[in-house]
């Protein structure tokens, strides 16, 4: 849960580390512990485990230009390798709680809209190709540049949006929200406006469980319900055979079906790895088009990570005045490194993940919860069949209960003024209503310039906002614009 006070208050008052693992990971400087530390962990892999599941329903059985195909099998364990790796490696060089795997939106995009004019191979080249981008905007100090010219009532708005947008996520991973198949309303109340279903139930048992113990302040709250709400899953579905969700079976379990699996270990099919093109795609649908999908994965890329650390470190209580965190220029390189990382093994742009703030909820503050979380991924390489116990419905609630903890950082911004009121209000619903943190960012930066100098506060907006701003209305007319180059 968040704190109000910054972290050089906090450095004042804390107590002595105990020894150099300790002093490294700042656990007592940052008033922490080992045992809350590991929860946090262990509380961000549940959350985050249903990746290893989705990415390849995602990316697995989508052909590429030339008709070849991912296996699911393959991409599994690349998922678990790559977000083991890079949580861990964050952990180590940034010291803080916020783990990586495949970011959604970017794997989406690859298979609705890049493999049908490349190779798989060519694909990941330009994810890679994006990351290295990420990491030179890093180094140079552009990437914080831009950060701090961003102003702390959008930072703040940002915490809020992501807020509502994992809360959203839980509430449609949970099956209380659902897809009407209609133009108005297009989401409605579970099926058929019913909540009546196991699964669904389940879901808000769980959501009241880790309610009921956050607010009588009991120590690993969330990872009790989680636990509670998996193992009541479990015996629900051995009496009731529910089974999974479907077109026959809407009242099933969604993503995974909480049972024991009949094979508990699995050898790693890691064939993937080094699967990458760099050139071929330039050739193959010239270099402008190349240009345009490097340009939307970079934006995607670079400003959902730049919004989700900005919000996990508020939430944790790590941000100062202007919402900046320790070792932000290290942070922001790593995470660049993920993106090649991930293109490298073919697992798609991995970057911080949202989810993160579960383990933070649970009161992670230092990297060590990443070693847990990273080393349970390398483990869920072996063990994947295991990682569909948990049911999605309820690990949602994890992130429903975060999200409302993330939400009330708005009570920080002064609302009395339109110019702010109307910018922070873009940000924050368009996240949940877009399904993307980076069309919020976009949406405020582009609102509070317009806004803001249209009041007569242009001099005091940084030019590099106006230049973001710029570049994200033109992200945001790229179709026409491609269209218009393409003819």
């Not at 949202?354 to 503050?365: H, L, T």
Request: proline fraction near 4%.
């Amino acid at each position: 849960m968040s704190t109000a006070t910054s972290p050089e208050a906090t450095d004042e008052q804390a107590p002595e580390p105990k020894n150099g693992f300790d002093r490294f990971f700042e656990i007592s400087k940052r008033r922490s512990t080992l045992g809350t530390e590991i929860r946090g962990g262990l509380v961000t892999f549940v959350t985050m485990a249903y990746i290893v599941i989705l990415n390849p329903i995602i990316l697995g059985g989508t052909k590429d230009v030339v008709g070849n195909v991912l296996q699911n099998q393959q991409v599994a364990a690349v998922t678990a390798l790559t977000a083991g790796v890079m949580t861990i490696l964050f952990g180590l060089v940034s010291r803080l709680p916020f783990a990586f795997a495949a970011g959604l939106g970017i794997n989406s995009f690859l298979a609705a809209s890049v493999v049908g004019q490349l190779t798989w191979p060519e694909a990941m080249g330009l994810v890679v190709i994006n990351g290295l981008i990420i990491v030179l905007l890093s180094a140079t100090g552009l990437r914080r540049m831009i950060m701090d010219a961003i102003p702390m009532e959008l930072k703040i708005a940002i915490t809020v949006g992501i807020g509502l947008f994992i809360a959203f996520i839980g509430f449609v991973d949970s099956g209380l929200v659902t897809a009407t198949g209609f133009a108005s309303p297009p989401v409605g109340l579970g099926v058929g406006g019913s909540i009546a279903t196991v699964p669904v139930l389940m879901f808000v048992l769980t959501l009241l469980l880790a309610g009921v113990l956050m607010a009588r302040k009991v120590k690993a709250a969330l990872l009790i319900a989680l636990v509670s709400g998996t193992v009541v899953a479990m015996i629900i579905e051995a009496i009731w055979h529910i089974g999974a969700r479907g077109d026959k079976n809407p009242s099933g379990w969604g993503m995974s079906v909480p049972t024991l699996p009949s094979q508990w270990l699995s050898v790693p099919d890691l064939s993937l790895v080094g699967q990458v093109d760099l050139v071929t795609s330039w050739g193959r649908i010239g270099a402008i088009a190349c240009i345009m999908l490097v340009f939307t994965l970079v934006f995607t890329n670079f400003f959902d990570a730049m919004g989700t650390m900005t919000g996990l470190a508020e939430e944790a209580g790590l941000s100062d005045g202007k919402g900046n965190f320790p070792r932000l220029k290290s942070a922001l390189i790593v995470e660049g490194v993920g993106a090649v990382l991930g293109g490298s093994t073919s697992s798609s742009s991995n970057t911080v993940f949202v989810e993160s703030a579960s383990g933070i909820g649970e009161g992670a503050r230092t990297g060590v919860a990443n070693l847990v979380t990273g080393a349970l991924f390398l483990l869920a390489m072996f063990l994947t069949p295991l990682t569909s116990i948990v049911p999605s419905e309820v690990a949602a609630a994890a992130l429903v209960v975060v999200g409302a903890l993330m939400m009330s950082q708005i009570r920080r911004i002064g609302l009395g003024d339109m110019s702010v009121l109307i910018p922070v209000f873009v940000t924050v619903v368009i996240m949940p209503f877009t399904y993307s943190i980076a069309n919020g960012i976009g949406a405020g930066f582009i609102a509070w310039v317009i806004v803001r100098s249209l009041s007569g506060k242009a001099r005091l907006i940084s030019p590099l906002l106006w230049i973001v701003a710029a570049g994200f209305a033109i992200y945001f007319a790229r179709g026409p614009i491609e269209q218009l180059i393409g003819g």
